[in-house]
């Protein structure tokens, strides 16, 4: 497996690195979240005319052909940053479901406004009841003429009450836990009979409620089998799973690097906190977890892909557990390490930490992929 990236993607990370530093200072971010749908119309201009947003897609459907890796770079700099814009629900999450499940046709009425930064989308997948269980799903969809009637709730939509339309999971047949007899159903922002509670989360993005009471949609709205989407919906979770460990990973750089700043600009006792060794010996120990971070969502990143469903969840389940480990680990000291200015609000390190909590619950936390990964025999099984 070769690590080393492509002169294509340091191009990518350059330049994305390079856009994120010179826009997304911790004032401007700060601008970006007091603007109407809580983050910046203009950087989104700037992530189509970089590409960003047709990054992942097939350059026949009216992307530029990227995989998984080009998305990991991205969101790294996105982490770095605290970028707030909605690219992982609307490109990551709702354009994998495009990628895997959509017809030529949706492909090409969607993909290109999404490229072009004209058309935002969001992700309903998670319900009062269902927790991290993506087949959990009670929101229903019957047959009526000349489409489809939705009925039912969807929870903590990432940007929901922003997009211009949300793909939604609804149940075609069958019960509330079965993995069978789930589809996949694009409905409009207008939809009569569609109400969106939106709100701020702790980590300063933006999601929302979602009720649909008797929603109709016409039959073109369906994405892919009426009753198959569940592979497709875990592939994806899958791949943004891989996405949210590269974002970490860009906070967990930017925490540590401004916690190390700290200690060495610090005073106390005449001399800089930084040269005490207890306290040399605890930003070892934060730099060893980003480290242990980087080389698995590395990992991750390059199995998103891979065509074996069991291969791909060892890979992200065994990352995203590193990644919430790491999160604690380095946001308790980079908290401590800063004293009471760390837990203020105009010091950005809390920030930081408030965003790889989020991250940490996002798609499942310690707790989940370690079960899955136990179900899945563990990472590496041992060989007959």
């Not at 480990?325 to 401590?336: F, V």
């Not at 965003?355 to 990964?373: K, S």
Request: proline share 3%.
């Amino acid at each position: 497996m070769d690590f080393d990236p492509s002169d294509e993607q340091r191009l990518l990370k350059e330049s994305v690195d390079r856009l994120v530093a010179d826009h997304y200072g911790f004032d401007d971010r700060r601008r970006y979240q007091a603007g109407p749908g809580g983050f910046s119309e203009a950087m989104w201009a700037r992530y189509a005319e970089l590409g960003l947003l047709g990054l992942p897609f097939a350059e026949a459907d009216g992307g530029f052909g990227g995989g998984p890796v080009e998305t990991a770079i991205v969101m790294e700099a996105f982490g770095r940053g605290l970028v707030l814009e909605p690219y992982l629900a609307t490109v990551v999450l709702a354009g994998g479901l495009l990628r895997h499940a959509a017809d030529a046709g949706q492909k090409a009425g969607l993909v290109p406004e999404i490229a072009a930064g004209r058309l935002r989308l969001a992700f309903g997948y998670a319900e009062p009841q269902s927790r991290y269980d993506l087949f959990d799903v009670e929101t229903r969809a019957e047959r009526v003429e000349g489409g489809w009637r939705i009925s039912g709730r969807k929870g903590l939509v990432l940007h929901g009450d922003s997009a211009d339309a949300v793909i939604v999971t609804a149940r075609t047949a069958g019960d509330r836990r079965d993995r069978a007899g789930i589809g996949l159903f694009l409905v409009r922002a207008d939809a009569p009979g569609l109400t969106r509670q939106g709100y701020p989360t702790q980590d300063g993005l933006r999601a929302a409620e979602l009720v649909l009471d008797g929603v109709r949609v016409g039959g073109e709205a369906l994405i892919g089998d009426p009753g198959g989407a569940l592979p497709v919906v875990e592939r994806v979770a899958d791949e943004a799973v891989a996405a949210l460990c590269a974002e970490a990973v860009g906070c967990f750089d930017e925490m540590n690097a401004i916690t190390l700043d700290y200690l060495k600009t610090r005073q106390q006792f005449g001399t800089t906190i930084g040269s005490f060794q207890v306290l040399q010996h605890r930003a070892v120990d934060m730099f060893v977890e980003l480290e242990q971070s980087r080389s698995m969502a590395l990992y991750a990143g390059m199995m998103a892909d891979d065509e074996d469903p069991q291969e791909r969840a060892r890979a992200v389940s065994a990352a995203k557990v590193q990644i919430g480990k790491s999160a604690r680990a380095i946001g308790r000291e980079a908290i401590q390490l800063h004293g009471g200015v760390g837990m203020t609000m105009e010091h950005r390190i809390g920030h930081y930490f408030k965003r790889v909590t989020m991250l940490d619950l996002l798609l499942g936390d310690v707790g989940h992929h370690l079960a899955r990964l136990a179900a899945l025999d563990g990472l590496v099984r041992e060989q007959a």
